[in-house]
């Protein structure tokens, strides 16, 4: 089983940004903590980061072509914008488990929204980094079920 754990925008600067609401761990930290529970469930983990729209977009179109079963993803901003990256998880049709490492349910009015939410298979908020391990672990689960 191949999971993609899929970052947007500013999580690349975690532990330089908003310590109060993200902490002080940085992104090396997060992909080390996901790497080792990967291992302990014996998944194999591919990671992206990036700050770029349309680069999210390739890279949920690169995942079809490279049989991805499903994809761990942060959209950061673009959850709260992104018709085109919610409209690329439609078409690749890839298991997707929405992850925030804050509460985004009791922050600002604007992060009430979220484009990807509809069509993610579970959204996780507010765990911190453990969301990310809780996002393999809810796709391995969803993957045992359809068998
Ligand atoms: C975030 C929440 C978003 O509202 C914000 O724009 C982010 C990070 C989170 O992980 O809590 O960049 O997705």
Redesign the pocket.
């Known amino acids: 089983m191949k999971i993609l754990v899929l970052n947007?925008?500013?999580?690349n600067f975690l532990g330089v940004r908003e310590p109060e609401i993200?902490g002080s761990a940085t992104y090396n930290d997060l992909i080390q903590m996901v790497t080792d529970h990967a291992v302990t469930r014996g998944v194999k983990i591919e990671f992206y980061q990036s700050n770029h729209e349309g680069d999210l977009v390739d890279a949920i179109q690169k995942a079809y072509y490279d049989k991805i079963d499903g994809i761990v993803f942060?959209?950061?901003?673009y959850?709260?914008t992104s018709v085109a990256i919610l409209d690329a998880i439609k078409a690749v049709k890839i298991p997707t488990v929405e992850?925030?490492?804050?509460k985004?349910d009791e922050?600002e009015d604007f992060?009430q929204i979220s484009y990807i939410r509809q069509i993610a298979i579970k959204t996780i908020?507010g765990k911190g980094f453990l969301g990310y391990c809780d996002g393999i672990d809810a796709i391995i689960d969803y993957l045992k079920d359809c068998k």
Do not use: L
């Open positions: 947007g925008p500013n999580i993200y942060n959209p950061a901003a959850t709260h992850v925030h490492i804050s985004v922050r992060r908020t």
